[in-house]
């Protein structure tokens, strides 16, 4: 089982930043892809950005330009750099991983989530 906390949400003005993390936990073979979702009030969830444990990372079109996904492999840690925020981007956001069990069975973690919220 591999545990996820997310924590460096918060309030921020419009056009500033924050620094998201998600900090694993647990017994796995390993932990293949990593990724920030996020769900606005109302809406699905979406996929922000993802990065695989080679560093290969995907990015929503919204967030392109402005987000940066990153990874320590070591410290199996996510990060998630948001600058120049939108009030649209006020969301609750979720880190989640896909690993490989002691079993060799393909499964996935959610975070508790962490609130971002951007004021106009």
């Known amino acids: 089982q591999v545990q996820l906390v997310e924590s460096g949400g918060g309030l921020v003005q419009a056009g500033g930043s924050l620094r998201l993390s998600c900090a694993s936990s647990g017994i796995a073979f390993s932990i293949n892809a990593m990724g920030w979702y996020r769900q606005a009030p109302g809406k699905q969830r979406e996929l922000v950005a993802s990065i695989t444990s080679g560093g290969s990372t995907d990015y929503a079109d919204s967030v392109k330009g402005r987000f940066t996904i990153s990874r320590n492999n070591a410290k199996n840690t996510v990060y998630l750099q948001m600058n120049n925020l939108k009030p649209e981007d006020t969301a609750d956001y979720y880190c989640?991983?896909?690993?490989?069990?002691?079993?060799?069975?393909?499964?996935?973690?959610w975070g508790q989530g962490t609130q971002v919220t951007v004021s106009s």
């Open positions: 989640n991983a896909e690993y490989l069990s002691l079993g060799r069975q393909t499964k996935g973690s």
